[in-house]
């Protein structure tokens, strides 16, 4: 178990040829690509020819959903083979997944990479006198001392390290593996969305660690705080990997400049043809001036008819060539407008809410007394009553139940005690999507939950979410995270009775910057009310809450926004 999750994988090679790619430029590299290439089942190419060095230097990835990024990871990190090219690793790599184990036999030494160490000084405890065991070992012989620093400096519980990993949050699971890549010390760090389920004490922590790692770093992150502690910012796009030296902000500043260039060169290119095609109608139409006139002036003298005739040849041929001349002028401006709108990036604007999803200024929309829910253990008792279209914020540390606060909502779980009373239509959208079927695609669970709109403009709508034609008629179990958030957004609002009420539970957890982006602009526009648990500062200010609901040792405590 350990070693599916991040234990380290070693590799050298002396003088390695610099990258052709373009790049910042950099110390030694502790991951070098050479020609590599990768392609999914179906033939879609993810990676195509990448040559990239990655210095010992904390490097941000980042990219559409479904573009390859974690499956990049993967390959660095030894899980299975490109198929063609070299990775070539300098030292021990360590790895930390996006989705980490919680199955039954999980346990936290399972996560965080050390029960294969623990079991070897076991055995060797008992007698074992195994080179493997002693291999396994030596450098860790104070491992069990080092697990219970780590727990603590993470901020957990002194769980054993045999403690079932079902029993932790996400937000602790993902704590006690980042700790445990750590443990490794290693020479370099890969990490995909590491910051997903940390609520803001442990991303605190996270980023201190992060500053304090001194070895090659690679994060998959779509969180804008955790790339600003990048040094370098690597965007995979179109099987390929384009490198910017500076943090997140420095590369969207330098990208909206481009982005403004592009547009001011298209609105340029548009001029030019609209001039282009002014001045070549002129053309047009003082040449057909001309050859009336020169008509006109040959049946007014009396020429020979041979004469004419050459005449009138020249006058047709010369015609033309003007007419395959303004052609290729037209398409030379077609073409110049082309590029230039190939340059600019695609509107990402879609009407995401439908009018029946409106609620009404001062109607009732739930109301608690005294709530308490089933679990955890230690649930405190909430009592709130909310009316008209509402944003809640739900903010707490991680395992305080805000997830099972929205479940309760939703009317998935039932309080152990108290009132829950939710009155419009809901729609929860966990951090998984786990309420789409995994066998159906996302058309046909539209069409099974009678959705209204005609399939073109479903079609439509989907696509301007990042859903195209092969994301909607492949089976959700097949989607990546992102694309399955959008998916069960769409069934929210687009099914037969939209969701008034969203209970949205991290939201942005597997969204790329972009996709939350268009999330973030598309809930400024819906009309009904909301409920988000979500550590994403970023995006709970784009949402702008009216209230907050916070999680205390003393109880929840409701607080209206100014």
Same mark, same amino acid.
């Given at each position: ?32 690509? *050479? ?26 990835? @980042? ?13 660095? *990190? ?14 021990? @790599? ?115 660690? @992060? ?155 739930? *109301? ?195």
């Amino acid at each position: 178990m350990a070693q599916s999750l991040h234990a380290p994988s070693q590799a050298h090679s002396p003088n390695l040829p610099t990258s052709a790619n373009p790049q910042p430029p950099a110390a030694s590299p502790f991951l070098s690509l *050479h020609h590599l290439s990768h392609a999914l089942p179906d033939g879609r190419v993810l990676l195509d020819d990448i040559s990239y060095d990655f210095a010992t230097a904390r490097h941000g990835l @980042i990219g559409r959903n479904g573009v390859g990024k974690s499956l990049l990871l993967r390959l660095l *990190h030894g899980e299975f083979p490109p198929q063609s090219g070299r990775i070539v690793r300098h030292g021990q @790599i360590a790895y930390v997944p996006q989705t980490l184990p919680r199955e039954t036999g999980v346990t936290l030494a399972d996560v965080a990479g050390i029960a294969a160490m623990l079991r070897a000084l076991s055995n060797l405890e008992c007698g074992s006198a195994r080179q493997e065991d002693f291999d396994l070992a030596d450098g860790h012989w104070l491992i069990r001392e080092e697990w219970a620093r780590m727990l603590t400096d993470a901020g957990l519980p002194a769980w054993a390290p045999e403690h079932p990993a079902s029993a932790a949050s996400g937000g602790e699971l993902t704590r006690v593996a980042l700790a445990g890549a750590l443990l490794h010390a290693p020479d370099g760090l890969l990490l995909d969305e590491p910051s997903n389920h940390l609520d803001a004490r442990a991303r605190g922590w996270l980023m201190e660690r @992060i500053a304090a790692f001194r070895g090659g770093l690679i994060v998959v992150s779509h969180d804008r705080a955790l790339l600003d502690a990048m040094s370098h910012i690597v965007q995979l796009a179109h099987g390929t990997l384009a490198g910017h030296a500076g943090n997140y902000s420095a590369w969207r500043e330098q990208h909206d400049r481009q982005a403004a260039a592009a547009e001011a060169a298209l609105a340029h290119a548009r001029h030019e043809r609209d001039a282009g095609l002014r001045a070549l109608r002129q053309q047009h139409d003082a040449q057909q001036q001309r050859n009336a006139r020169h008509a006109r002036q040959a049946r007014d003298t009396n020429q020979a008819p041979i004469l004419l005739g050459m005449k009138k040849a020249n006058a047709e041929g010369h015609a033309g060539r003007e007419r395959l001349r303004r052609e290729q002028a037209r398409a030379s401006l077609d073409q110049a407008v082309n590029a230039a709108v190939a340059r600019v990036a695609p509107s990402s604007d879609v009407a995401l809410a439908l009018p029946q999803t409106a609620v009404p200024t001062g109607r009732r929309v739930l *109301h608690l007394e005294d709530a308490i829910a089933p679990y955890p253990e230690d649930a405190r008792a909430v009592s709130l009553t909310l009316s008209g279209p509402f944003r809640l914020a739900v903010q707490g540390p991680n395992g305080c139940g805000k997830s099972t606060l929205l479940a309760m909502l939703a009317g998935e779980l039932a309080p152990q005690r108290g009132v829950c009373d939710v009155r419009l239509p809901t729609a929860r959208l966990d951090q998984r999507a786990s309420g789409l079927p995994q066998d159906r695609s996302l058309l046909q669970t539209l069409d099974a939950l009678g959705a209204a709109l005609p399939e073109g403009e479903l079609r439509s709508r989907l696509a301007l979410l990042g859903l195209a034609a092969a994301q909607v008629q492949a089976p959700s179990a097949t989607l990546s995270g992102g694309e399955r958030i959008k998916a069960a957004l769409a069934c929210a609002l687009w099914r037969q009775q939209p969701a008034q009420l969203l209970l949205l539970d991290e939201p942005t957890n597997h969204l790329d910057l972009a996709s939350a982006q268009a999330l973030e602009d598309a809930l400024a526009d819906y009309p009904g009310a909301m409920a988000v648990v979500s550590h994403d500062a970023a995006f709970l200010e784009a949402i702008a809450p009216t209230h907050t609901l916070t999680w205390t040792p003393a109880g929840w405590r409701l607080t209206e926004r100014d």
